[in-house]
């Protein structure tokens, strides 16, 4: 209930420095006009005090029997006039409270994370492995997103839709978690595939803004769809297709030779070409990462890239308090009426 609604306009607090410092004036130059007032109120009281005829009687001496509050007690409707108007003053300056909400809103993007668990994802040139600083990343990618729903497609010799588009994100990291070397058992690298199934999954989707993310450590090497169709169809159905090259070029130490003892070197390549054709066609970008540190920096790039945008709807709420001092201003100017036109005026007067 509004305070000026109910008795809570009697409270003294309304006139505490803490409450008065807090208001918003609409308009604070009328402020001014509070010392004005106290001013003029001063110099009259003064002026009336210095012309007030006073009679010396010398025949008569001793103290002035006159009680000394009976002196100022004559001021006291000049003073209550003086407080109505200041309050009108205040009034007038519109005292308001102003709460502001903020809210946010995003449309929301639909993300499909595309990723190889083929059998050369187990090479340790990233730390631990290649599959498991995807899957760290991936884990650090889902964590910062905000209202999109987000698919994981896995993928080795074939193709499979391991989660579904949801915003149930504690769900798709169960799933994330769950990957393991040998979940599919078809060996090989079936990037078309892989495309074609997140390219299915996505081309229902009611959004407008529709993204593939490709972690991928080799070049095609199994399935029926080329990668290039997979990315034109990407294109026709407006979805944006990132790829990310795992893993450098080159022998990698990869587990040891059971005749020799040795370390077994695992030569390893990256068709970079393919994979920057890939992004091309479906207008996103390539990246390429060699080490924990780039993977984890490219990552925060598709953040970026793949943020959708965020609209703010502000709602002011202001309130006036001016009819509780308006109030206050009336109480006083009935309290000075009744002085003036009292017993009590005459009294003081003689």
């Not at 690298?189 to 009611?206: C, E, F």
């Not at 080329?226 to 026709?236: F, G, H, I, K, Y």
């Not at 996103?284 to 060699?290: E, K, L, M, P, V």
Request: aromatic share 8%; charged share 20%.
């Amino acid at each position: 209930m509004p305070p000026e609604a109910s008795l809570d306009w009697l409270r003294p607090e309304w006139f505490g420095p803490t409450t008065l410092a807090a208001f918003e004036w609409a308009h604070r130059s009328v402020l001014y006009g509070i010392p004005a007032v106290a001013l003029l109120f001063g110099l009259r009281t003064l002026f009336a005090w210095r012309s007030r005829p006073h009679l010396d009687l010398a025949l008569l001496p001793g103290p002035d029997t006159r009680p000394t509050a009976s002196r100022w007690l004559r001021f006291v409707p000049d003073a209550v006039l003086a407080t109505a108007l200041g309050l009108v003053l205040v009034a007038l300056a519109r005292p308001q409270l102003t709460s502001q909400l903020v809210e946010q809103t995003s449309t929301g993007l639909d993300i499909l994370l595309v990723l190889d668990t083929s059998a050369s994802m187990q090479l340790p040139d990233l730390t631990p492995t290649r599959l498991e600083a995807a899957k760290r990343t991936a884990r650090e990618f889902v964590r910062g997103r905000f209202h999109d729903r987000i698919g994981l497609v896995v993928f080795a010799g074939e193709a499979y839709s391991l989660c579904p588009l949801t915003t149930d994100y504690a769900l798709l990291l169960r799933q994330l978690d769950g990957i393991r070397p040998g979940l599919i058992a078809a060996d090989g690298t079936a990037i078309g595939s892989a495309l074609g199934v997140a390219v299915n999954r996505l081309r229902l989707a009611p959004t407008r803004s529709r993204v593939c993310i490709l972690l991928s450590d080799g070049e095609n090497t199994a399935g029926q769809l080329a990668p290039e169709t997979a990315a034109q169809l990407a294109r026709s159905f407006g979805i944006r297709l990132y790829t990310v090259g795992l893993g450098a070029d080159g022998p990698v130490a990869f587990g040891v030779d059971s005749l020799t003892g040795t370390p077994r070197i695992v030569e390893t390549r990256l068709d970079e070409t393919a994979m920057r054709q890939l992004a091309r066609i479906g207008n996103g970008r390539f990246f390429r990462a060699t080490d924990q540190a780039s993977l984890s920096a490219i990552f925060r790039q598709l953040d970026q890239l793949t943020k959708s945008p965020l609209r703010q709807t502000r709602f002011r709420d202001t309130r006036d308090f001016y009819p509780i001092y308006l109030r206050w201003a009336i109480v006083c100017l009935l309290g000075w009426f009744l002085l003036k036109s009292s017993f009590m005026t005459s009294a003081l007067e003689d």
